[in-house]
């Protein structure tokens, strides 16, 4: 059965700190990952990878994938308030498997 | 737990024609999202309840998409006329909390010709 685990479920952090996300799965047919920032709106498009080993990154935030181990993690380093959100997982092998996501608070 | 369902699996439908998603919550959750992933737009929300009641809906693209949950156990996602445009992979996805461990369906794959 395919699934995509996340951890932890949930974090609370003060700014400043560096926090690591992350991901394991287990799916057939594997294509890509996917990373989400979900806020109150609508969910933000962090990073798609699809090769290991290549760390994709935006400003404080990065993300690296290892398809040997089968995870993921995301970083952010220098964590702001408003960092604070749900950080989704996404696996998509032809159809798309959704972590349980980490929540993310960061306090002043 | 079956986890949350949603059906049908998949949904081909010609342009104009009612279609109704369904779904059904993991039991004791209070809260439900309506997602819809396309290409063009990646991953959007477009409605959650809590505790039956449509928190926001500003995610819902038009006047056509309608959603209701009439009990805790159920929620529907209507479009109506359906257009090419609507082809996506819609999702449902609930939690007990606001924010914290969602549980998503598997989808229903929408193709509109």
């Known amino acids: 059965e395919d699934k995509v685990v996340q951890s932890p479920l949930s974090l609370v952090v003060h700014e400043g700190d560096t926090v690591t996300l992350n991901c394991s799965y287990e799916?057939?047919?594997?294509?890509?990952l996917l990373w989400y920032k979900q806020e109150k709106k609508a969910p933000t498009f962090l990073f798609m990878l699809?090769?290991?080993?290549i760390e994709k990154k935006s400003g404080r935030l990065s993300s690296i994938l290892d398809k040997k181990e089968l995870f993921s993690i995301l970083n952010i380093t220098a964590t702001q308030t408003g960092d604070s959100a749900v950080y989704l997982c996404?696996?998509?092998?032809?159809?798309?498997?959704f972590g349980a996501g980490t929540r993310l608070t960061v306090k002043p | 737990d079956a986890g949350v369902i949603q059906s049908p699996r998949h949904e081909v439908t010609e342009m104009g024609q009612e279609v109704t998603l369904r779904c059904k919550p993991i039991?004791?959750?209070?809260?439900l999202f309506w997602y819809r992933q396309t290409m063009m737009r990646g991953l959007e929300l477009l409605i959650y309840?809590?505790?039956?009641?449509?928190?926001?809906d500003s995610g819902m693209p038009e006047d056509r998409f309608s959603a209701k949950m009439p009990n805790a156990s159920f929620s529907t996602l209507k479009i109506q006329p359906s257009e090419p445009r609507d082809s996506a992979v819609y999702f449902c996805?609930?939690?007990?909390?606001?924010?914290?461990?969602?549980?998503f369906g598997s989808g229903t794959r929408l193709t509109v010709v």
């Open positions: 996805a609930s939690s007990l909390v606001g924010g914290y461990g969602y549980t």
């Open positions: 799916v057939t047919n594997f294509r890509s």
């Open positions: 699809t090769s290991s080993g």
């Open positions: 996404a696996v998509d092998n032809n159809d798309m498997r």
């Open positions: 039991s004791g959750h209070d809260y």
């Open positions: 309840f809590n505790n039956n009641v449509p928190i926001d």
